[in-house]
């Protein structure tokens, strides 16, 4: 496929993984794909804000290369100005009802139960703009996230972890984003991410964060500035870097912040709001 600086690929998901979209199964158990970059491709991303579909998985990076780099010669991916990397959004529409704790949504969105259970909405228009929830059953401090007959498919109708502050109405709009980390490593080695900025939003997922490497070595982070989204409630890890059962990893010259919740309740803030994990 004709790539350079003259006709560059739209996506930095077409380098990482050789296919215009992400393949469905993780990268480590993917056939190496021969147009994704390789062993001692350098890889530039120009400037611009570049949306990447969550995994639902904390330890599968959405931008996970498929193919490992070797010593001397890592893939190399390096921005070139502002390059910003936020979660996709999969779904969106206008709320018909809700209630303190569900809403429910449009006719469009799917008939399959728990389709989006452990997903989030947020109202980013009309009667209770700016809030976020994570679809899940009402649970206590301690407990997993109860996913399970959180979605209803017949009638469209999202559960919710907490009750909205102000309740949305039909005047409001939504958008659903699938949870998971964005960028990182997963079971492939001498891979450089250097220079983005990795925005969290709403793909937090509990117990990981959006940078990710795991099973992974010879992985260098560095010059990323790593936002965190300030949360109303979690259970489980937030982090801006997760490293996990890798060795040789350099994170150096980074900016990371944000990795906190909002909850005043100190009885609902959990362990490791952290900047980086091991």
Known sequence: AQNDSSHPWR?????????????????RGSATVPEAAQAGDLVFVQSGVYYVPGTGIRSEPSLSPVNS?????????????EVVIRPEVFHSGTVRSAASGSIQLAEAASAQNDAYAGWYIRIVSGMGAGQSRYISLPQYRGEQNIREGSYNGGTRTAQLQQPWVITPNSTSLYELTK???????????????NGFRVVEGDSYHADTGPVVVWDAHHVTLENLEIIGTLLPMHFDNHNGIRINNSDYTVVRNNIIHGFNVLDPNPDNKPQNSDAIIT
């Open 11 to 27: 996506t930095i998901g077409r380098a990482a993984w050789g296919l215009p979209i992400r393949p469905s199964t993780a990268p």
């Open 69 to 81: 780099g070797s010593n001397g010669a890592p893939i190399t991916f390096w921005a070139q100005g």
């Open 179 to 193: 949870p998971g980390p964005l960028i990182g490593s997963i079971g492939k080695d001498y891979i450089v991410w």
